[in-house]
């Protein structure tokens, strides 16, 4: 069936320092992947995303990268910030026009000060 | 322009009550889709629907949930005969095909 995976389930970096996190699908029929950023307590925040006949995409200090062939997507955060510490969760979509998202597990980011 | 509304943004019910939850969409959109959060997990589609009709609802539990999104009003997800392992966040996004954007959600706690 539809799945998506996200690793790491936690990560711990420094302020200034680089975050990477990494997903896999796995219906080849996706095309759309949507990263969203969760605070506790609050709703899924779109932060970006990326369609299939795009390789990446970048968005100030954030860029996604997707590997068609392997089935794989990135988030990368570049000089993290306390601001960015939150759960965030990616995302698969076989319609880009619209369509279920199956989320992966999430992954609880801390940027220490 | 308003974001995605949802209400109450907090249900208490005691087994064997109904829940009712309401999510309107942002102007414009005309897509509405239902998710469930447990504590600590990630988000699980349940329903995905258009004006008046039901697109896509493998996500829904067989028995007491339905949902419907009217011509006129909100989208209301309705959970009957409630039982403890219903508790969770639901969140509703809209979206005007593609991106979908999230309501804050309704926190429903089952005594």
């Known amino acids: 069936g539809e799945n998506v995976e996200q690793h790491p389930s936690t990560l711990s970096v420094q302020e200034g320092d680089s975050a990477v996190i990494k997903c896999t699908y796995s219906d080849s029929a996706s095309n759309y992947f949507p990263w969203y950023k969760q605070e506790l307590g609050k709703r899924p925040q779109l932060i970006i995303d990326?369609?299939?006949?795009?390789g990446e995409k970048k968005d100030q200090r954030i860029a996604v990268t997707l590997n068609k062939t392997a089935k794989h997507f990135s988030l990368h955060i570049t000089e993290t910030q306390p601001e960015d510490s939150a759960v965030y969760f990616c995302?698969?979509?076989?319609?880009?026009?619209?369509?279920?998202?199956?989320f992966g597990q999430g992954t609880e980011l801390s940027v220490k000060p | 322009n308003a974001g995605v509304m949802q209400n109450p943004r907090h249900l208490v019910r005691r087994r064997g009550q109904e829940a009712r939850l309401r999510c309107s969409p942002m102007k414009g959109h005309s897509h509405v889709y239902w998710y469930r959060q447990l504590p600590e997990e990630g988000l699980k589609f349940m329903v995905y629907?258009?004006?008046?009709?039901?697109?896509?609802e493998s996500g829904m539990p067989k028995e007491r949930f339905s949902a419907e999104f009217p011509k006129e009003g909100p989208s209301i997800l309705r959970i009957q005969q409630v039982v403890r392992g219903d508790s969770a966040a639901y969140f509703c996004?809209?979206?005007?095909?593609?991106?979908?954007?999230f309501g804050p959600g309704t926190r429903l706690t089952v005594t």
């Open positions: 996004a809209s979206s005007p095909l593609g991106e979908q954007y």
């Open positions: 995302a698969a979509s076989k319609g880009n026009q619209g369509g279920k998202l199956i």
């Open positions: 629907l258009q004006k008046e009709n039901i697109i896509d």
């Open positions: 990326i369609r299939s006949n795009v």
